[in-house]
């Protein structure tokens, strides 16, 4: 069997989603400039996606795909629908609370389910049913579970604060004062650290891929390393997050101060985040498999 059905649609699916939510977005929402808050939970989804994939690439080969233009365009219809909804509230996505921000999850969810029926259709949906919905109770729980403890990100902002201006000082003229969270001052670089800086969110992020990479490969896992393999991979995504604060500042501080708070602040988080998840995944799944 060939894997040019799955892909041809595969790419169709990832185009629609990460083109049309995201960039719009960014068009019309309040932010002037694409950051890692827009991003997550396609990110989040990307993961699941690709761990998927990895997982069941011999099964995703084989299935006998189906076309019916009639569920293509009702579904194409009702997932627009439900993005549209979704870039509507995005207009209040930055000052909104948890509870909007679950509203703004479930549009979101159910927008890609229904895109995804619109793309491979009902039979490809009911075989994998049970991974789709697992994706989807997990984007939820982590969009929930990275609001609510983002509030709590900033005593950590205080507590990174002193070894981060402890390293830039071997290099520059550090200082930093302390309100709700610290600003630190490299030079004539100064930016207030916040509580998604400290990698928290990604953080939840890499715990809820684990999570979907555990359950839905869990016959094959073994119990016994699950523990240690998270414990290790969770410490690394904080170290992670903590050279990437380190890297904004000294690049600010001793290059350019628009490329550390725009093009660096905007996109370093999420391509150091997917290098880290999966190299650690590469090197660590074996381990979770083997049942020596």
């Not at 509870?99 to 994998?128: C, D, I, R, S």
């Not at 939820?140 to 507590?159: E, F, M, N």
């Not at 969270?181 to 992020?205: E, H, N, Q, R, V």
């Not at 501080?253 to 590469?282: C, D, P, R, T, V």
């Amino acid at each position: 069997m060939s894997w040019k059905p799955f892909i041809t649609r595969l790419a169709a699916f990832l185009i629609l989603l990460f083109m049309i939510v995201p960039i719009a977005v960014y068009r019309i929402g309040t932010k002037p400039q694409m950051t890692i808050s827009v991003l997550y939970i396609p990110i989040m989804f990307a993961g699941m996606l690709t761990v998927f994939i990895l997982l069941k690439k011999e099964e995703l080969k084989t299935f006998e795909y189906t076309f019916n233009w009639k569920q293509t365009t009702l579904f194409g219809i009702l997932a627009y629908s439900f993005f549209l909804a979704y870039i509507i509230q995005q207009r209040q996505y930055w000052t909104s609370g948890l509870a909007h921000m679950l509203t703004g999850q479930a549009l979101y969810a159910t927008g890609g389910l229904l895109l995804l029926l619109a793309v491979f259709n009902t039979k490809f949906v009911k075989e994998h049913i049970k991974q789709i919905v697992l994706s989807l109770v997990i984007i939820v729980l982590y969009g929930a579970g990275s609001t609510a403890l983002s509030l709590a990100g900033y005593p950590l902002t205080r507590i990174l604060a002193k070894p981060l201006t402890a390293l830039l000082s071997l290099t520059n003229n550090a200082t930093f004062t302390v309100n709700q969270a610290p600003t630190l001052t490299a030079d004539s670089f100064t930016a207030t650290i916040g509580p998604p800086c400290t990698g928290i969110t990604s953080l939840i992020l890499f715990t809820g891929l684990f999570a979907f990479l555990i359950l839905l490969d869990w016959k094959k896992i073994n119990k016994k390393a699950i523990l240690w393999v998270y414990i290790i991979g969770a410490t690394g995504m904080l170290l992670v997050a903590f050279l990437r604060l380190y890297l904004l500042f000294y690049i600010g501080a001793n290059w350019s101060q628009e490329f550390a708070l725009k093009g660096f602040h905007s996109n370093a988080s999420w391509i150091l985040f997917i290098a880290y998840f999966f190299a650690y995944l590469w090197i660590t799944y074996p381990k979770l498999v083997s049942k020596v």
